[in-house]
């Protein structure tokens, strides 16, 4: 048997990044992408007046011990709208450049996070252990989205954490950052340990990977 080598055409890259720190990551007058505004970030924490709080499950079940953390989930409406579009046309631009992932859309509501070291149940503090967001019941997702709604200094810990080697990536975390990394890399949230962070994720979906 004779193996051939496929050709790599897109560079797979751990993470892509639209990062607050930098001002061309911004969108430009007229378009929608890239890193949110701390105007934005507040309207989006604003959110979380306006629904119903729930406890996210692990495979459909409560865990503490493995992941711990309030959540809301936002859908799609008139006043979102916004959101979902600069989401959508953030992927699309990471995609096109970095995975070229055969990608439907954002599949699932947007989940509006809350990690408070005041929260700890049980002496666990809110944390979300090492994990795929990929897996037999998420099979559809390929890529996954976190933004940084809170400033750095108003936080210790609850540190979003890639690992594709043993030592995790380095992440720029200034408020309004925008990471997007592949569904299959492990990654964690480490404990918070003081204050309160506010964060918002979703996962772009697609045929399932072959």
Known sequence: MVWISPEQKYRQITYACYDASQKEHFCKPGENW?????????SVISLSKQIKPSNPTVDGKLKPEFRQVKAWGVNYSASTRWLWER????VKYANNKWWNYDIYGIIDSLQL???EASNNQKNIQDHYNKHLDNGDLYYYRK???SIQLSNPQDYEGS???LYTNRKPEK?????GTMVLFPSIILHEV???TQGKRWALVCWVGGPQFR
Do not use: F
Not at 171 to 175: F, Y
């Open 34 to 42: 890239g890193a949110l505004t701390a105007k934005e970030c507040d």
């Open 143 to 145: 890529i996954s989205i």
């Open 159 to 161: 540190e979003l954490k």
């Open 113 to 115: 996070l809350c990690y």
């Open 190 to 192: 480490t404990p918070i």
């Open 171 to 175: 992440l720029p975390k200034e408020r």
């Open 87 to 90: 989401l959508t046309n953030s």
